[in-house]
């Protein structure tokens, strides 16, 4: 495995030293060490098969390790990690409102409470305001674009934690316009203090937005930062492979 090891050392709120993760006495992912740091915008890439799903529902507790130690910060076992999954097509037609979606997101927050509190209320608002789709809270979910669906799910994933959001190919079905709009909310979430951990095939964009990129084959060929990645042998090649 290709490594850099000069990149920031934040608090960490995932660690996988040597980790596999499996299914029916298969191992699909093995020997993965990283740490998702706080601050960290951290690229999950490969190619189709690779295990990134994998890896991706290891690191969201989905699944047990099979070998190795995985670590979560206490205060994120508590409260969730933010997550936004792909979408089906029956998820993209729920039939809603966007504030109705989005305050779902406090539901861990809420408890046994049968109704949501100021406090919950005021987080979803904060977080619909802070992805740009308050003016759109009585609008129905089904009915808005691709883009302003995931910011939707991006506001419900930020109500359960603000801490990190876990992203899976985020800009699936979007055209370019949304997907540029969609890495700058990205962006400026992290500048923000929201650690992201994105798997996706967008390997040219996500170069240029993310400061470390992990690249999987069943084990890890590169794991550093963005820059490193570029020089990095396995980078050049897929990079080339993708022209």
């Known amino acids: 495995m ?5 990149m920031s050392s934040g608090r960490p709120l995932i660690t996988c030293r040597d980790v596999d993760f499996g299914y029916e006495n ?3 992912v093995v020997g993965v ?7 960290d915008y951290l690229c999950i890439v490969g190619e189709n098969g690779s295990g990134k799903s994998t890896l991706m529902k290891g690191l969201l507790g989905l699944l047990k ?4 130690e995985l670590t979560v910060e206490e205060d994120l076992r508590k ?19 966007v504030w109705e ?10 408890g046994i409470k049968p109704f949501y509190s100021r406090k919950e209320k005021a987080i979803a608002r904060e977080n619909m305001e802070k992805t740009g789709i308050y003016q759109m809270k009585d609008h129905c979910y089904r009915e808005l674009s691709g883009g302003q669906q995931q910011r939707v799910l991006i506001a419900r994933a930020l109500c359960a934690t603000s801490r990190l959001l876990i ?5 699936t079905g979007l055209d370019p316009s949304a997907i540029q709009e969609l890495y700058a909310m990205l962006k400026q979430l992290n500048r923000d203090g929201v650690a992201i951990l994105m798997v996706s095939h967008d390997i040219r964009n996500v170069v240029s937005e993310a400061g470390k990129i992990l690249h999987l084959k069943r084990e890890v060929l590169f794991y550093g930062t963005a820059e490193e990645y570029k020089k990095s042998r396995v980078g050049r090649e897929f990079l080339g492979g993708e022209s």
Not at 103 to 109: E, H
């Open 2 to 6: 290709e490594e850099n090891r000069n």
């Open 101 to 110: 979606v989005v305050l779902s997101g406090c539901l861990s927050r809420r």
């Open 26 to 28: 298969y191992d699909v």
């Open 167 to 171: 992203l899976d190919e985020p800009i």
């Open 79 to 97: 409260t969730g990690i933010g997550y936004l999954p792909q979408q089906t097509a029956a998820q993209k037609d729920f039939p809603a409102t």
């Open 65 to 68: 390790p099979t070998g190795g």
């Open 33 to 39: 060490s990283m740490t998702v740091e706080e601050g």
